[in-house]
């Protein structure tokens, strides 16, 4: 990897993924008394798949046509894109972690917990936190989706 000239990220299996921890969280929500409108993040995770697939698309242009510049502008964000992923003042009762898409979870000891600030307040029964946190992490993803936007 040290020596590629495009770094190899996956951001098709990046998007999966992030389908993946929302189906999760449906499961999560489902499995509860209460409700959480998660349109919001639902629209973020189809921003991202539009702008990863963009990127992707410009790094396949660099490889054919072996465009130095083109490389450096998919390295960048490849680089980069992670950066929007942050919360400005951290995950609930633990400001130290910023990632709003993994976290340690609270109860889990460094288990990962996927949309922490929503899971978490679901599961505390707190809706109100978990509609305020749709909010937060739609926002990272759609912040690290412009980093990649083409």
Known sequence: MANDEIIPYD???YTAALR???????????????TVDTSELSAAINQFET?????????????????????????????DF???FTSVGGLPDREFYKH??????????????TYPGVTEAVQAGNFE???????RT???IRRAADILKT
Do not use: C, F, H
Not at 100 to 113: E, F, L, M, W
């Open 138 to 140: 739609s926002l990272g």
């Open 82 to 84: 992670q950066r929007g």
């Open 129 to 135: 936190r978990a509609a305020e946190w749709v909010g």
């Open 51 to 79: 702008s990863a697939n963009e990127v992707m698309a410009l790094r396949d242009q660099a490889v054919s046509t072996n465009d130095a510049a083109l490389k450096t502008v998919v390295n960048q964000k490849s680089r």
């Open 20 to 34: 993946s921890y929302y189906d999760e969280l449906l499961t999560t929500i489902n499995g509860t008394s209460g």
């Open 11 to 13: 951001l098709p299996a």
């Open 100 to 113: 709003v898409v993994n976290a340690p979870g609270i109860d889990t000891g460094y288990a990962p917990t």
